[in-house]
């Protein structure tokens, strides 16, 4: 079966920075687009950033546009999300998913496009 495992989340000061990876297993990896999300305390999960099949495509939530950066390695089915100059605000359980539509846009932000998700893992920032 699809396994999505993330690791790397941790307890962090404000300006630090995090490498999140997230391993996937049990589906042909090179074939999906792939998404991070997050859900801060008490509050919606939000979509953070995804990525193309080959990784030349690649969408930022505003909040975290010009702080994070997302990339992949097909050869080893991660998705990795780097996470430089962290605030507080960016403080709750980060997931990765993988894509299940054809299109992938700006819109593949939305996580309704997702299906198989890891059990997230805690990034907590204090300020």
């Known amino acids: 079966q699809v396994q999505v495992v993330e690791s790397g989340g941790g307890l962090v000061q404000a300006g630090d920075s995090l490498n999140l990876s997230c391993v996937v297993s049990g589906l042909n990896f090179g074939r999906y687009a792939m998404g991070w999300f997050r859900q801060p305390p008490e509050k919606d999960r939000e979509g953070v950033s995804c990525?193309?099949?080959?990784?030349?495509?690649?969408y930022y939530s505003p909040s975290v546009e010009g702080r994070f950066t997302i990339a992949r390695d097909n050869a080893k089915s991660t998705v990795f999300l780097r996470m430089n100059s962290l605030k507080p605000e960016d403080t709750g359980v980060y997931y990765c998913?993988?894509?299940?539509?054809?299109?992938?846009?700006?819109?593949?932000?939305?996580?309704?496009?997702?299906?198989?998700w890891g059990q997230g893992t805690q990034v907590t920032v204090s300020s």
């Open positions: 998913a993988v894509h299940q539509r054809i299109s992938f846009g700006l819109s593949s932000l939305k996580s309704r496009q997702y299906d198989y």
């Open positions: 990525i193309s099949v080959s990784g030349d495509i690649t």
